[in-house]
């Protein structure tokens, strides 16, 4: 079910358009910069990397955690990666519609997962 997820085919899209930054490192970089709209985190990320990046997001740009695991993410990432920016402002919108659409069940699951 996650292969056909919405989300990832949004993230497909802004990987194809060149406004996707992935990894740590490169995310805490865009958003500190302000090219970064949202910020998501893959499901399975480390609760220390959660927090982390949830503490350089912290009033600045949105950080939300994915129904989607890394393994999951591979599709758009092509390696293991838990930390994505969006650094275009509609393309922002499109994943935080598909995230705000998720059924009940798998946003428990996402909040339970951190």
């Known amino acids: 079910m996650a292969e056909n997820h919405p989300l990832l085919g949004a993230l497909g ?6 406004k996707l930054t992935m990894g740590f490192d490169a995310v805490a970089e865009s958003v500190m ?3 970064a709209f949202l910020v998501l985190t893959a499901a399975d990320v480390s609760p220390r990397t959660a927090r982390k990046t949830n503490e350089f997001c912290e009033g600045l740009v949105p950080c939300l955690s ?3 695991t890394q393994d999951v993410l591979c ?10 920016a969006v650094t275009d402002e509609n393309l922002a919108r499109l ?3 598909h ?3 998720l059924p009940q ?3 428990e699951e996402t909040a339970h997962g951190e």
């Open 105 to 107: 069940s798998e946003k």
């Open 13 to 18: 899209l802004c990987r194809k358009a060149g």
């Open 99 to 101: 995230l705000a659409r």
């Open 66 to 68: 994915m129904p989607l």
């Open 33 to 35: 910069k302000g090219k």
């Open 95 to 97: 994943c935080e519609k």
């Open 75 to 84: 599709a758009v990432a092509r390696k293991p990666v838990g930390v994505y």
